[in-house]
């Protein structure tokens, strides 16, 4: 009869095996997602920052390795001044604009998908988010096509004798157009937000003689906010450096950021070194507002008093 030393030593073969299992508990398990962040990731960021610096170049003549790109984005290049400075705020107030109508848009509508009891909640929802089924680029031609000078809104209103209207190429185009695509995405962690939330909070609010406004203002909306800051980064973020939607129907009013990236990487004459700068500096700016609003993206408290 084995003793407990005996059983809890196990057989040679089972430490055998035992050994040869592979680590799936912490180092183990993180290893694969961790080498996938390195090599697509990190080392790609690293590339683009070696051209940034002029220690990679396109071209084959010995360079060295200077700061003089980041000097005339910050200072203002002799020919171009502050052009890609006062582009990259142009982008900004077009992306805090549609995040901020969306935001507003969609607050409402996940609030009655998620607070309104309805049964067809979740068919509601599924046709929210139906468009997702259609290739973005699809989506964003289809708008082309309606807001086309010569397209369905315009031959509508040529037909009740008004005057066309000029949509297509401008930047309320690229607006429309960034609202329609981005609209699920804030919809949805608010709904998620909403749908979490403890009733038993509004009804005791209620019991104690609270209005729905201030039940809405002290309880739904600060519970609610993790999910409504999730949604806006969810927008804001790739907003910022879109392209290719400014690119089929904003023209030059609705010239964005990432089109000056795309333009100075993909033209027929390449500048990579300005542009890593600029990219570098998007993802500077990108990450700072992530962890500066990442605090809200925390389950709040309700206040009691």
């Known amino acids: ?38 090599v697509f990731f990190l080392v790609p960021i690293g ?21 003089q790109a980041w000097r005339d984005f910050f200072a203002g290049d002799p020919f171009l001044g502050h052009i890609y400075l006062n582009l990259f705020w142009k982008s900004v107030k077009m992306s805090l604009i549609v995040s901020a109508i ?35 680029l699809l989506r964003v031609l289809a708008w082309k096509v309606l807001m086309g000078d010569e397209g369905p809104i315009n031959s509508f209103l040529s037909s009740i004798g008004l005057e066309p209207l000029s949509l297509i190429y401008t930047q309320f185009a690229v607006l429309l157009v960034l609202g329609y695509v981005w609209l699920p995405f804030v919809a949805l962690p608010i709904f998620v937000s909403l749908e979490s939330l403890d009733r038993r909070l509004l009804e005791a609010a209620s019991d104690l003689g609270a209005s729905r406004w201030q039940a809405f203002f002290r309880i739904t909306l600060p519970l609610s906010a993790p999910g409504v800051a999730a949604g806006f980064l969810f927008v804001f973020i790739p907003t910022l450096g879109e392209f290719i939607t400014p690119s089929l129907v904003g023209g030059t009013d609705g010239y964005m950021y990432g089109n000056q990236i795309v333009d100075l990487f993909g033209t027929g ?37």
Do not use: C, N
């Open 102 to 136: 969306i935001v507003a848009l969609a607050y409402p509508l996940a609030y009655y998908l998620a607070l309104s009891g309805t049964k067809r909640k979740y068919v509601l929802l599924l046709l929210l988010i139906a468009p997702f089924l259609t290739s973005y």
């Open 47 to 67: 590339i683009v920052a070696a051209y940034s610096l002029d220690a990679l170049s396109i071209l084959p003549e010995p360079h060295p390795v200077t700061l």
């Open 269 to 305: 004459f390449p500048d990579w070194r300005t542009g890593s700068v600029l990219a570098l500096f998007l993802l500077g700016v990108v990450g700072l507002l992530t962890i500066v609003l990442s605090r809200f993206l925390q389950p709040r408290q309700v206040a009691t008093d």
């Open 1 to 38: 009869m084995a003793t407990g030393s005996e059983v809890g030593a196990g057989t040679p073969r089972q430490e055998a095996v035992s050994r040869s299992r592979p680590d799936l508990t912490g180092p183990g398990l993180l290893g694969v997602p961790v080498a996938w962040l390195v």
